[in-house]
């Protein structure tokens, strides 16, 4: 596709389930990155991509996040016994001449 | 820590009226520049961005901004907006500084503007 793709476009939870999130970039961009959007909070950095590697992960806010990527293409997003404070908008954007490219998220409700 | 203030939580504006949504960040190296704007149930779109050379610079839809190194600003202008520019409007801030180029944003601003 043209753009950046995201999957689920809705995600609706209970209180200690696992949810994987999917993120599809732009075709040839190498960089990606995974943000978290919620209420009164703005967008927060969680972990960047370079091809397959993440040299930074400091913006996890847990150790019940992880992300991975493969083939430097598809990446997931995965968040282990989600508490409620997970509930978000969760973003991520490839880029191309350090300019980043949204996806439209994945809006993630954790009851 | 570096951060993003933008001072405007709310604006809300007639058809016709000019725009100004201000913009400051904390950090004294280099910095790349943006503002993306998401339309009502759309996905955020780059509006315009900064990195070099001229700091006016112009985007879409009429839209443009200003660096302003002295004051650390990037303040969005428009001289007159439309019913269709009501959206939530973000800065954002790229540090040069390693290969991480996360971008640091502002809590947004979310305009309404009436016909």
């Known amino acids: 596709g043209a753009g950046v793709s995201q999957s689920p476009s809705n995600k609706v939870t209970e209180k200690g389930k696992d949810v994987e999130l999917r993120c599809d970039p732009i075709?040839?961009?190498?960089?990606l990155y995974w943000y978290r959007q919620s209420l009164g909070q703005g967008l927060e950095f969680l972990i960047y991509f370079q091809g397959n590697s993440a040299p930074d992960k400091s913006g996890l806010p847990s150790d019940r996040f992880s992300a991975e990527r493969t083939g430097g293409s598809v990446s997931t997003l995965t968040i282990q016994r989600t508490q409620q404070e997970d509930s978000a908008v969760y973003l991520c954007?490839?880029?191309?001449?350090?300019?980043?490219?949204f996806g439209p998220g994945t809006r993630l409700l954790v009851l | 820590a570096q951060s993003v203030s933008q001072h405007n939580h709310h604006v809300i504006l007639s058809e016709a009226a000019s725009l100004e949504l201000g913009c400051n960040y904390s950090y004294g190296g280099t910095v790349n520049l943006f503002w993306y704007v998401q339309y009502p149930g759309q996905h955020l779109q780059l509006l315009l961005k900064?990195?070099?050379?001229d700091p006016l610079v112009k985007g879409i839809k009429g839209f443009e901004a200003e660096f302003i190194k002295s004051k650390f600003s990037f303040n969005l202008r428009k001289p007159s907006v439309q019913w269709s520019d009501t959206a939530e409007y973000f800065c954002a801030v790229m540090l040069n500084a390693g290969n991480n180029r996360k971008l640091i944003w502002g809590l947004g601003t979310s305009l309404a503007v009436n016909p």
């Open positions: 075709s040839g961009h190498t960089a």
């Open positions: 900064y990195f070099s050379g």
């Open positions: 954007a490839s880029s191309f001449k350090e300019t980043q490219y």
